[in-house]
């Protein structure tokens, strides 16, 4: 039988966090020990002794009261379940009033950002594709404040989140999104590649799965290098499905490589839901095993619940050079990108407002802090003010930052032709001399 990472393995009745899993009804059923209601955070395999995050069992939770209703899409809509007390895990035990604040400033910040690059998008004054984060910040920000300053990570295409996560400018993201020469990427990248090498951040990548074999190679030179870090590389539920994901476990294996694969599965693979799209028994983190890889689930939506469970992941990879799949249940409110015209199709319109209004990260975790008596209202709404002006003033950047140059066509190519090496100059390269 298997867990989570931050639960403890003697605790068999537990349930997990008030959260939601946008996964299929016919997944649920194939736990191999189903019990009402299950949620995206019940445990699905067991994980090393070693990596148990808090030493204190926690408190028995309550049963589950109800079953999740199905939405018209045939996608099951989040269950209404006892929360365990993920605060009390030593990744977050530790946290002082303003890291806690600090973690709310920052998902407003991705926020308002995607608002106000969705604002310009409609308008036709931006181009090309542009995929939203809204509504699973709370993955990005936790993964970003669980790095030890010699972890690296990478992403996929939905990047913009990561990117302001780690650390890097509203206005060089927002540039880049215009297309300007101010870009991150010198408007050569647009929304799928956002790039802060200096940040530990390796960037956006617009192949499905194409950034995972490079995160492998990340987590290589690593332990190569013997560097006391780990390599995090997300990737999307449909992405599973690529021939060169198994491949990476597959490697990670047998070179006991310090990597952790996240999946945010946010339920649809472009606009196709995960049971019309992958074969699942119980979840995809599952198909690890055929490789001889760790793995577990655990729910996107609480802050408090992924650090708890990523943290100790990240923990193991640096300690154990041992790899691990997470499967990370999230939602997007806005469709596969915002080209995808189907976006309101393929999901009913109640299964959205219901993940927006009941299952939001950001209003769970501004609850949780009221709670806590951490930060006031008005503080809340003095924080998401500057988050607002902020993206405005970022957006006004990007529209008023020039245009590439046109010889910066032929920068930006080859590093040796930009820096000026022999080889760049002459065309020769020896990998022996």
């Not at 927006?356 to 501004?366: A, C, L, R, S, V």
Request: proline residues 5%; aromatic residues 10%; charged residues 25%.
């Amino acid at each position: 039988m298997a867990r989570t990472l931050s639960l403890p393995s003697k605790s068999k009745k537990t349930a997990a966090k008030k959260v939601a899993r946008p996964a299929a009804p016919k997944v649920a059923t194939k736990k191999a020990t189903p019990k009402p209601a299950q949620a995206a955070a019940k445990p699905v395999k067991k994980a090393p002794s070693k990596v148990l995050a808090p030493k204190a069992a926690p408190k028995k939770a309550a049963a589950s009261k109800g079953k999740a209703a199905a939405s018209t899409t045939g996608i099951a809509a989040p269950a209404k379940v006892a929360s365990l007390d993920f605060s009390k895990s030593p990744f977050n035990a530790s946290l002082k009033p303003a890291q806690k604040v600090g973690f709310l400033r920052e998902m407003l910040r991705i926020r308002r950002f995607e608002q106000q690059a969705l604002k310009y998008y409609n308008q036709g004054i931006m181009g090309g594709f542009l995929h939203l984060y809204n509504g699973q910040e709370s993955v990005a920000v936790g993964t970003a404040s669980l790095m030890n300053g010699h972890d690296e990570i990478i992403t996929a295409y939905r990047d913009h989140g990561h990117a302001l996560a780690v650390g890097m400018g509203m206005n060089e993201c927002m540039a880049e999104l215009f297309g300007k020469g101010t870009g991150c990427s010198k408007g050569k990248g647009g929304s799928m590649h956002f790039f802060a090498p200096d940040k530990h951040y390796w960037g956006g990548h617009g192949i499905v799965a194409g950034q995972t074999p490079l995160g492998l190679g990340l987590a290589f030179a690593i332990k190569y290098k013997k560097i006391n870090g780990c390599a995090v590389a997300f990737l999307g539920d449909g992405a599973v499905n690529q021939g060169v994901f198994s491949e990476c476990l597959n490697m990670a294996a047998l070179w006991d490589l310090p990597i952790v694969y996240v999946i945010e599965n946010n339920g649809y693979s472009m606009g196709t839901s995960l049971e019309r799209s992958s074969a699942v028994n119980g979840s995809l983190a599952k198909r690890a095993e055929g490789f001889c890889v760790e793995w577990a689930t655990c729910g996107g939506f609480d802050l408090y619940e992924l650090r708890a469970n990523l943290g100790a992941a990240m923990e193991r990879a640096r300690k154990e050079s041992k790899p691990m799949v997470l499967e990370v249940s999230t939602y997007r409110y806005y469709g596969h990108s915002v080209a995808d015209a189907n976006a309101k199709k393929y999901r009913s319109p109640e299964e959205i407002e219901r993940y927006k209004t009941e299952y939001d990260p950001i209003t769970i975790w501004q609850n949780q802090l009221l709670k806590e008596k951490v930060v006031t209202q008005a503080q809340i709404e003095k924080i998401d003010a500057e988050a607002k002006a902020e993206a405005a003033a970022a957006a006004e950047f990007g529209i008023s930052s020039p245009w590439p140059t046109e010889e910066s066509i032929f920068e930006d190519i080859y590093h040796e032709v930009d820096h000026k090496t022999e080889a760049g100059q002459t065309g020769r390269f020896f990998f022996s001399e």
